[in-house]
């Protein structure tokens, strides 16, 4: 993860802010999380092999369903590519092992919290992308 991470771009970060922004629970662990999950799906042969391939594909982020035009901010882009905010990343991409894909506070009564990590308890939940 670590050498993905050190291979973006500012447009990778601005990209990956965009998705962060309308998905995470702010200010927590969920944006590293967020994050993490979009990466994980850069890395599966099951999404596209892009940042932007993988964030704006029709249907895969509801937030981005919904604003249409999103101007990411540009702390929580520092935030994400600083070192401390990719070690967050890796750190909790270890704890995801691959999962790629999140359901959020209104689709808490299907998690099953021994399978579905939580970055955070107002945050999302995550999961593989076949579950």
């Not at 601005?14 to 998705?19: C, I, P, S």
């Not at 981005?64 to 901010?73: E, R």
């Not at 967050?88 to 021994?114: C, E």
Request: with cysteine.
């Amino acid at each position: 993860m670590l050498e993905l991470l050190a291979s973006l771009t500012l447009v990778d970060y601005q990209n990956l802010a965009t998705v962060v922004q309308v998905e995470a629970h702010p200010n927590s662990a969920d944006e590293y999380c967020v994050a993490a999950s979009v990466l994980n799906r850069v890395l599966s042969d099951k999404f596209p092999n892009t940042i932007s391939g993988v964030v704006f594909a029709p249907g895969q982020y509801q937030g981005l369903n919904y604003n249409s035009y999103i101007v990411p901010d540009p702390r929580l882009i520092n935030k994400l590519s600083s070192p401390e905010g990719n070690k967050s990343i890796a750190h909790w991409s270890k704890i995801l092992n691959g999962r790629t894909d999140f359901k959020g506070q209104s689709m808490l009564g299907y998690r099953v919290p021994s399978q579905d990590p939580m970055c955070h308890s107002k945050g999302n939940f995550y999961h593989y992308h076949w579950q």
